[in-house]
């Protein structure tokens, strides 16, 4: 009961955002480490998930150089030369919110096209809350697709062993990648109509809204792309380079894991060496070791290793395994159709309100737990249910998606006056078809 109070009112102190998020996640790890809820060197060596931990800093590191090398700009630029009335920008740079989010945090990419969008509206006198939030609401929406996005597919792969190539065909179906990917297009067409009324034409105001003084650095760009790309083809082979590596040195275990953690933090640290030495030899010019360290999220490491940690005194403390028995009789009971659509809509309405990647570990665990136990034979319709509802669930309010809030933030930064009903009637809209959509693709492919 102690490590359950601790969690629900840590999740609270972060949805209500009474103490910074990292903050109230660490009060809550600390109160459990001093309480001896968890012994203390089993909530590092085994609750916390390195293997992620290191995902996440090795992906931040060349997205760091990416966006130092210029690409956000560029791609914003080249979206500008193609389109010439303002809903088709938005639908476009909303779209390319999504495809960037799939490898990059959502935040960041909010951070860096929202502030042009309002720029733009301001220009043209629109109103810039819907547009902003329609491109914030993308960029949370694909961060499920890939493993390399966000937080829960990475949660997926540690907790349940999905690998790269998994999120795109697995089990002889579609995945993530597609099903998402189809539900995102479709649901960008309909809420771009429904929630972008002004198709003002913005050529003339091109030069005034993008700046040409900041050039993108084509030479530290091949680099970062180079190496982003090494990345997505070494974590698509994680088996295989496994298989090799066991063999190579002789390791007997039936098949060396190699970590997907290992091959992010070792080709993020591959980059940054390769960069200063061509920066030493005057061949490009880079940031400097510190610039690019500061593009990572430290705050963000520091949240979901506190996290790791009061949600690992659930399971230690027997809850998870409660919430498995609660799930048997209420999800299993009612046969896959059923079961899979009743977690999916309580999900989706649940993460709109509380840390939606805390519940996703918490449920992902809770699922482990009853396929260990042969209670559930296949989880994977349920893990799929879980991550696209909670994902998608979560853009109904700031509490679910931080980039909402970091998005409202930029807005009133603006000088613009942010209303609450103005932004749930947007992101309530983008909700519900998102998760209507997905559904409809889901049950047919999965849920049957």
């Not at 390319?96 to 509206?121: C, E, Q, R, Y």
């Not at 066991?246 to 007997?252: N, R, W």
Request: charge should be positive.
């Amino acid at each position: 009961m102690l490590s359950l109070v601790i969690f629900i009112v840590t999740v609270a102190l972060i949805v209500t955002r009474v103490l910074e998020e990292s903050l109230a996640a660490l009060i809550g790890a600390i109160l459990i480490l001093l309480l001896g809820l968890i012994p203390f060197d089993k909530a590092f060596s085994y609750y916390v998930d390195w293997n992620i931990i290191l995902i996440l800093i090795g992906m931040w590191t060349i997205a760091s150089l990416l966006t130092h090398a210029g690409l956000p700009r560029f791609l914003i630029t080249k979206t500008l030369q193609y389109v010439s009335t303002y809903r088709n920008v938005i639908f476009l740079l909303a779209f390319l919110a999504g495809i960037i989010s799939m490898f990059v945090d959502n935040v960041l990419v909010v951070l860096l096209f929202v502030p042009t969008v309002i720029s733009l509206a301001k220009a043209l006198n629109i109103n810039p809350l819907p547009s902003a939030l329609l491109i914030t609401l993308s960029a949370n929406f694909m961060g499920t697709a890939l493993l390399l996005g966000d937080l829960p597919p990475q949660m997926l792969h540690g907790i349940a062993g999905a690998e790269f190539l998994d999120f795109i065909f697995m089990q002889g179906k579609i995945s993530s990648f597609p099903i998402l990917l189809i539900s995102f297009i479709l649901t960008l067409i309909l809420a771009s109509r429904l929630l972008v009324k002004e198709n003002k034409n913005i050529r003339p105001l091109i030069d005034l809204i993008m700046n040409k003084n900041k050039e993108v650095n084509w030479k530290l760009m091949k680099v970062a792309l180079a190496f982003f790309i090494v990345t997505i083809i070494l974590m698509s082979l994680r088996k295989e380079l496994s298989i090799i590596l066991s063999q190579y040195f002789k390791v007997y275990t039936p098949e060396y894991e190699l970590k997907l953690g290992v091959i992010a933090i070792f080709v993020a640290i591959t980059a940054i060496l390769t960069i200063k030495i061509l920066t030493k030899l005057g061949k490009i010019q880079a940031p400097s070791f510190r610039e690019i360290i500061e593009g990572i999220e430290w705050s963000v490491v520091l949240f979901y290793t506190s996290l790791f940690i009061v949600v690992g005194a659930l399971e230690h403390q027997g809850v998870i395994a409660s919430i498995a028995n609660y799930l048997r009789g209420e999800l299993i009971s009612r046969g896959l159709s059923a079961g899979c659509s009743i977690l999916y809509w309580v999900s989706g309405a649940l993460s709109g309100f509380v840390e939606h990647d805390a519940y996703i570990l918490t449920m992902l665990y809770a699922l482990k737990s009853l396929h260990m136990e042969r209670a559930l034979i296949n989880p994977w319709p349920y893990y799929w249910s879980l991550l696209w509802s909670s994902t998608l669930g979560s853009n109904l309010t700031a509490a679910g998606a931080p980039a909402i809030y970091v998005a409202i933030v930029l807005l009133r930064r603006e000088g613009l006056k942010v209303m609450p009903k103005s932004v749930l009637r947007v992101t309530l809209t983008y909700t519900l078809i998102s998760l209507s959509i997905t559904y409809i693709i889901a049950y047919l492919l999965w849920f049957t």
